[in-house]
């Protein structure tokens, strides 16, 4: 749902989802906590609007409460992309203007926690790359963890159109980082949603920019208006159930069978030097690698992806990551134990599918 919904003075009768909770619950296990998304990328005003004053805290806060009594949900994911700045925006509003958010931001989520109490579910959407983690600081993480019960840290789109050269977008190493970068702010590990992608993502090289000595780390063309932030056009993702780009299927053909696995940077990739494209996403094989070398080394309390039904319809990317949780949830050091025990959260209309192992941990955050 988009932010400025809840900044209505008037409760509404009817909340706008493309679904019902309802609707949903039976399409999954017995026990899915369903939860609904508010915001999204480019949605920033509503938030901002709530956040600027006390009162306006709790009249959002209060209209959540009155969506989730109404609707059935369990919970809501807060997907402010992003508190202090760095969203679609950031061109027309400066970040300057909008540092108060930093402080601001704590402050509605603790509203949201109060007014919907201890049962119901608080996620947050939070950010992959450092650049973009403004409001999430030693100093603000510490306010935020009372209201949350896991971060979602989107741990993919770590290569975009604001960039000038070629990573992969939701490699292992770029991902670290931002774990890390969580972690030493004061993030405890059970709290952390490592996130995955279900799409693939390309990106126009500058055919001078060094790429064919070595395509990692090489120029690409602007891919961004440096005034208006506008996309260009020299950039894009579409989704495994997506039709190909007609002006993109000789060199994604070209990627899907010659694309290979960069050890150092942990993330598959291809290199179109004849089209000079480059592409990077995951396969399943991908998605394998960052269980033992992100979740057991960081100890982390959960997975998700951006989005379910973008691996439609072979499912490949969803069944290696569900594989990978269920050995994940096994683990006792490096052993494996005992049955699965993970229970799955799926989000209504928000940031795809998460999943948390039960038990100790899970029940420490409720």
């Known amino acids: 749902m988009r932010s400025s919904i809840f900044n209505a003075p008037d409760v509404m009768s009817e909340w706008p989802l493309f679904t019902t909770v309802e609707a949903v619950r039976p399409r999954f296990a017995n026990g899915t906590a369903i939860m609904v998304a508010i915001g999204g990328w480019g949605d920033t005003q509503g938030f901002s609007e709530a956040a600027a004053m006390e009162s306006g805290r709790k009249l959002f806060a209060r209209n959540v409460k009155a969506m989730v009594e109404r609707t059935g949900a369990d919970g809501v994911d807060i997907d402010w992309e992003y508190p202090g700045g760095n969203g679609e925006d950031y061109k027309q509003i400066p970040n300057a203007a909008k540092a108060w958010e930093i402080e601001a931001y704590p402050k509605l989520l603790s509203e949201i926690r109060s007014a919907l109490g201890p049962d119901k579910l608080i996620s947050a959407a939070v950010p992959g790359l450092p650049r973009d983690m403004i409001a999430f600081t ?18 993919y789109d770590l290569m975009n159109r604001r960039d000038n050269v070629t990573k992969h977008h939701t490699g292992i190493r770029l991902s670290l980082d931002a774990i890390n970068r969580y972690l030493e702010n004061g993030l405890p590990p059970e709290k952390a949603n490592l996130g995955f992608a279900f799409y693939v993502k390309w990106f126009r090289t500058d055919p001078q920019g060094g790429c064919d000595r070595s395509p990692i780390g090489c120029k690409t063309v602007r891919m961004e208006d440096p005034s208006t932030g506008a ?29 290979k696995y960069d050890s150092e940077g942990g993330g598959h990739y291809f290199w179109d030097p004849e089209e000079n494209i480059f592409w990077s996403w995951d396969t399943p094989e991908a998605i394998r690698r960052k269980f033992p070398a ?14 379910l039904g973008e691996d439609a319809p072979g499912w490949t990317h969803l069944k290696a990551l569900t594989a990978g949780m269920r050995g994940y949830s096994q683990m006792d050091g490096d052993e494996e134990v005992g049955s699965d025990t993970s229970t799955p959260t799926k989000q209504v209309g928000g940031k795809g599918a998460s999943s948390q192992p039960s038990g100790t941990r899970r029940k420490e955050e409720l």
């Open 231 to 259: 996309d260009l056009g020299h950039a894009g993702a579409f989704s495994w159930h997506d039709p190909v780009p007609s002006e993109l299927s000789t060199s994604f053909e070209k990627a899907l069978s010659e694309g």
């Open 138 to 155: 030693e100093d603000t993480i510490p306010e935020i963890i009372p209201s949350v019960d896991f971060f979602n840290i989107m741990t």
């Open 294 to 307: 992100i979740m057991a080394t960081k100890d982390l309390g959960g997975v998700f992806a951006w989005g």
